[in-house]
């Protein structure tokens, strides 16, 4: 299989344990490339586990992570250059502007000069926010910074886009915008992405889903499939669900298949 066919990210039979605590337990998941693929968990399900591993903050030792088919353990450098990362902590340094926040992880992938600045350019006009290049980031809402974190993991060029619950702690509006820039990227620029989220309605009944729950994948599907068929508007020409109608029966059967709380799920 050449670098083209091979799908962004595999996961296969990856576990990790913490001590006696077995974080991840045989996980295997894929996303093909150009897809958008949702990761969903409750709190501790092991989500963030699984992401430091497919980032090798983490070394895998029981599995194998592969991105556009180069393994992480052998060939790291090959696979970690296809690969973005939003982390769920915020990472930026507030003190700089957002260009310096954006040049400085550029410098870590050698890139400099004209070609720097084209780049960080055409990325914050994709996030929207051109207009914001030399304030300091202290300045920004947390929907603003996120939106600069995306810019920033993006700056080299990866094919493969991980977000580790992006949008925890914003607003309706802000999580609504920095879902669709997400979702634009994967349409218009082809970018994969693993979309890691607790928040129902962050997830579209098409959606390709797995659901993690105690380190364990124990659905996948499409969202509509793994709510039973609730999702998605009816054949006979009924209306479709409403929006909050499809949530509400996507956390019902994830609540059903893991037994989190509400105050857990959401
Ligand atoms: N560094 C660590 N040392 C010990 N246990 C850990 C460590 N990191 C995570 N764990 C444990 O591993 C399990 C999975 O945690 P993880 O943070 O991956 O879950 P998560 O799905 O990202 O949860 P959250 O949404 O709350 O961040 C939990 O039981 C957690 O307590």
Known sequence: MNDQEAPALEIRAVSHAFGPRRALDDVSLTVP?????????????????LFSLATRLYSTREGAVRIFGHDLARA??????ELGVVFQSRT?????????????????????????????????????????LNEKVRTLSGGQARRVEIARALIHRPRLLLLDEATVGLDLASRAAIVDIVRKLVVEEGLAVLWATHIFDEVHPQDEIYVLDKGRIIAHGSADEV?????????????????EGATAALEAAFRAMTGARAEDAA
């Not at 490339?33 to 586990?49: C, I, S």
């Not at 310096?100 to 055409?122: E, F, M, T, V, W």
């Not at 709510?227 to 929006?243: F, M, N, Q, S, Y």
């Open 33 to 49: 490339a150009g897809r958008f693929v949702a990761l969903l968990g409750p709190n501790g399900a092991g989500k963030t586990t």
């Open 76 to 81: 790291p450098s090959a696979a970690l250059a």
């Open 92 to 132: 930026l340094d507030l003190d700089l502007t957002v260009s310096q926040n954006l040049a400085y992880h550029a410098a870590l992938h050698g890139l400099a000069g004209r070609p720097l600045k084209a780049r960080i350019s055409a990325l914050l006009h994709l996030v929207g926010l051109a207009d914001r």
């Open 227 to 243: 709510a039973g068929g609730h999702l998605a508007p009816a054949r006979t020409g009924a209306e479709p669900p409403a929006p």
